[in-house]
């Protein structure tokens, strides 16, 4: 089963805009992750968010997290055509037995 | 520092078959997770491997199995395919603490045909 529920399922944009998109999940959590996969290929690790954490930067991107509303979202700003990829959410949670659980991911096209 | 890397990159093999995956962490990491992710099912856990231990294991049927070696690296075994089979079998490493990040290879893409 999917802990986490991606929102939305797909979005398309133009290049330098922004892009939104939010995760909700089900359980307690040690800490929640984003993952981009480009093409069907492995995963890349994008940023990390502690349960005790509010937000967090990493260059563009800007990630939050809303333990009482058990929901993260993932903004990238200025989006660049090579942004084009799936971007996953995982949560990492003692009660499912240290292993991630992943959403269905939402697939971002940016346009140039 | 070299990546996770998984061995083939791809596989086509018959029904009833088996079919060996490898993976080889990153130096110093001793945790490796294995994920299956077929088309419309997202990513699915498989199995974690710890210091050459089964530590957790996913929904899956007996005949998806592995094994991690003394060096870490790991294996996973699929007896007896199934055309459902057919998928993006993904590893990871972690250093197999809370609260890292996980490194994944590139998968190795399984066609059961």
């Known amino acids: 089963s999917q802990q986490g529920e991606e929102d939305p399922q797909a979005l398309s944009i133009q290049e330098g805009e922004n892009a939104t998109m939010n995760c909700s999940y089900k359980?307690?959590?040690?800490?929640l992750q984003w993952y981009r996969q480009n093409s069907g290929r492995g995963l890349v690790h994008l940023i990390l968010?502690?349960?005790?954490?509010r937000e967090k930067h990493s260059g563009r991107l800007r990630v939050t997290l809303d333990t009482s509303k058990k929901s993260s979202s993932l903004l990238i700003t200025a989006s660049r055509a090579a942004d084009t990829a799936s971007y996953f959410c995982?949560?990492?949670?003692?009660?499912?037995?240290?292993?991630?659980?992943f959403g269905g991911g939402t697939r971002v096209l940016v346009k140039p | 520092e070299a990546g996770v890397t998984q061995s083939p990159t791809h596989l086509i093999k018959t029904r009833g078959q088996q079919a060996t995956l490898r993976c080889s962490p990153i130096?110093?990491?001793?945790?490796v997770y294995w994920y299956q992710q077929a088309l419309g099912l997202g990513l699915q856990f498989l199995l974690w491997?710890?210091?050459?231990?089964?530590?957790n294991r996913g929904n899956f049927p007996p005949r998806f199995s592995g094994r991690q070696f003394p060096n870490y690296s790991s294996e996973l075994n699929v007896n007896a395919l199934e055309l459902e089979d057919s998928a993006l079998y993904l590893c990871?490493?972690?250093?197999?603490?809370?609260?890292?990040?996980?490194?994944f290879g590139s998968g190795t893409r399984l066609t059961v045909v």
């Open positions: 130096s110093g990491h001793t945790s």
């Open positions: 359980t307690s959590i040690n800490n």
């Open positions: 968010i502690r349960s005790n954490e």
């Open positions: 990871a490493s972690t250093l197999g603490q809370q609260g890292w990040g996980y490194t």
């Open positions: 491997y710890d210091e050459g231990e089964e530590r």
């Open positions: 995982a949560t990492d949670a003692w009660a499912a037995g240290n292993k991630l659980t």
